[in-house]
Structures are given as C-alpha cells and as structure tokens.
C-alpha cells in the first residue's frame, strides 16, 4: 500500500485574498460584523485591516459610553446599536442589518487577526461549506493557558465540543470561538436565540444537527490588546450548561427547518446521482 503524505503536503497555502466568483459564476459579498462595547482604545486596527475584505463592515455597538461608535464611524464602518441584552443579541442585530452573502464575526479587542478572514471565507465562496468556525485548538490561544480563570474556560469548553463530536458524529475541536464565518442565509435560518456568548455553540451545534456543512480552519487568538474581558465564567456557567444541554438534547427543529433539511439532503442525492450516472450519447 502507497504510505499516505502528510496533510500539509498537498493543502494549498491560506489565501491572503478573497476571490469572491464562486465556482457557478456568482459573485459573493462580504460583511464584516464587529460586536463592540468600550472599545475605543482596540478598535482602530481591527477596522483598518478587516477593511479591504468587507464589501460591508458593520459594527454593533453594545452602548459604549466611550468613543468607540465616533472611532467606527470616522474609520467608515456603519454603526447600529444592540438591544443591550449582551454579545449574542448583538450579532443577531448584525446579522438581520447584513446585507452580504456572507458574514464575518470579529472581536473588537485585537484578539482575532482580520489577516485570517479569506482564510475563513473563501472555502464557502468555493462551496465548499456554509459556515466555517475560526479553531483556536487547531491555531492556539493567548487566552486559554496562563490563570485558572481560564483554566475553566478551556476545560468547559472541550467537555461541550467532546459531547457534540459524539452525539452528531463529527470532529471538531472548538465550539466557542467567535471568530467565524457563515452563509447570511444559513444564520438566519438558525433561528438563533442566545442572548449573550452562548450563541457560538447554539450557533455550531444547530449548523450540525441542521445538516449545514460545518468546517474549521485555525485561527490564533491574541491576548486581547487593552481592557478586560467582559466574560466571567462564575457569572455565566449555569447559561452555558442550560443552552448546551438544551440545543444538544431537547432542542427540535421547527417545521420549515426539517423541511429545508430534506430538501437539502434530496439535492445532495440527485447531485451524487449526476456526478456518478454517465451522461447518455444522442
Ligand atoms: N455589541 C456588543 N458587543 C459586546 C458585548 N459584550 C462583549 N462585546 C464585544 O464582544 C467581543 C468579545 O468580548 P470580550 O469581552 O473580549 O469577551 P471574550 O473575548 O469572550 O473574553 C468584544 O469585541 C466586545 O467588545 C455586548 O453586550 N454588546
Ligand atoms: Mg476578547
């Protein structure tokens, strides 16, 4: 038997660029969605750099009362506020204020190089999946390792992506980065709910168990630039077992999202049958 060669063998570079044709001919928009809250100090690089992908670059503001959403709107960006319920309502707003093909989520604190958005885009422009999460297991972390703090965070973490990789019988190795990638269609039809950090793994879990194509590519994730994260794992760890175990276990799909899983794994049986079934001469 012919050894196999290593995976890094024969995998194209990451691209530095998004080639927006996919391969039907159409041309894909981009919108870059920042969820902001007192990031005047750490929004300016982020803006300047995710600028050139984004065909839209939309920053949701979490009603700072520093000058992040004047710094956003001077760098270009279009500003809408949330409904002050927390980050997942914040990235529903954008999703729902969207106007590109696809959506990009970056954290405003420069804990997510915008340098890896083709990286995160172009396999779905290629179609080759409808939503690709950034994996900080696959691309490290500065934020995961050093305190037990987070400690927690990393061990609550792999326990809830073990628990999907073996209840839908798929290999991830991270649930809750928020740096990702979607098709604007498939966030909408997630019907997503979570109000606060939640909302990545009700995000992933539901693309899984709704039959999405769900990829990862990795992505570092930086120590955040200046200030602290808003995130207290002693504060929100009753809402992260409650919407895990809920999405995972007794969530059900309503009606129309059965409906266009169907009709999605119909399509994928006639486009097997047509790559497979010869095509008959005269
Ligand atoms: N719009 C909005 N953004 C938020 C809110 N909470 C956090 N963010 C932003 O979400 C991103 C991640 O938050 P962060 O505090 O760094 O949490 P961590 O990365 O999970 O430790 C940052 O860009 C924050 O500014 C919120 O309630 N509303
Ligand atoms: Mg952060």
């Known amino acids: 038997m012919t050894p ?21 001919g159409r041309v894909w928009r981009v919108t870059v969605i920042v969820p902001t809250r007192n990031e005047a100090v750490n929004l300016r690089p982020v803006l300047e750099v995710a600028a050139p992908f984004a065909d839209e670059l939309l920053v ?23 409904n002050a319920r927390g980050k997942g309502d914040a990235l529903r707003v954008g999703m729902a204020r969207a106007t590109g093909d696809v959506l990009v989520f970056v954290d405003a604190d420069g804990s997510h190089d915008p340098r890896d958005i083709p990286a995160l885009v172009q396999p779905i422009i290629d179609g080759h999946a409808d939503h690709i999460s950034g994996s900080r297991m696959l691309g490290g972390s500065d934020e995961l390792h050093a305190t037990l703090h987070q400690f ?34 498939v966030a909408l039809a997630l019907g997503l709910q979570e109000n606060i950090t ?20 990795a992505t570092h994730e930086y120590v955040r630039a200046n200030g602290e994260s808003n995130f207290r794992v002693l504060d929100v760890w009753p809402r992260y077992v409650r919407s895990w ?6 969530w059900r799909p309503h009606r129309a999202q059965i409906e266009a899983l169907t009709q999605r794994r119909k399509d994928a049986e006639t486009n097997a049958l047509a790559v497979s079934t010869p095509k008959q001469k005269g």
């Not at 009603?63 to 949330?82: C, F, K, P, W, Y």
């Not at 061990?155 to 991830?172: A, D, H, M, P």
């Not at 939640?198 to 769900?214: A, F, N, P």
Request: proline share 4%.
């Open 198 to 217: 939640t909302i990545e793994q009700e995000m992933v879990i539901k693309t899984v168990r709704l039959g999405y194509r769900l990829g990862e590519v």
């Open 152 to 185: 927690v965070r990393l061990f609550g973490s792999q326990i809830i992506t073990l628990s999907v990789n073996y209840t839908q019988n798929v290999r991830l190795t991270d649930c809750q980065n928020g740096f990702r990638a979607i098709r604007r269609d």
């Open 4 to 24: 196999a060669l290593p995976v890094w063998y024969t995998r194209p570079r990451r691209p530095a660029a998004i080639n927006r044709t996919g391969p039907d």
């Open 60 to 82: 949701v503001d979490g009603h700072s009362n520093d000058d992040t959403r004047q710094i956003a709107e001077a760098m270009g960006a279009t500003v809408v506020l949330d």
């Open 245 to 250: 175990l809920y999405y995972l276990l007794l």
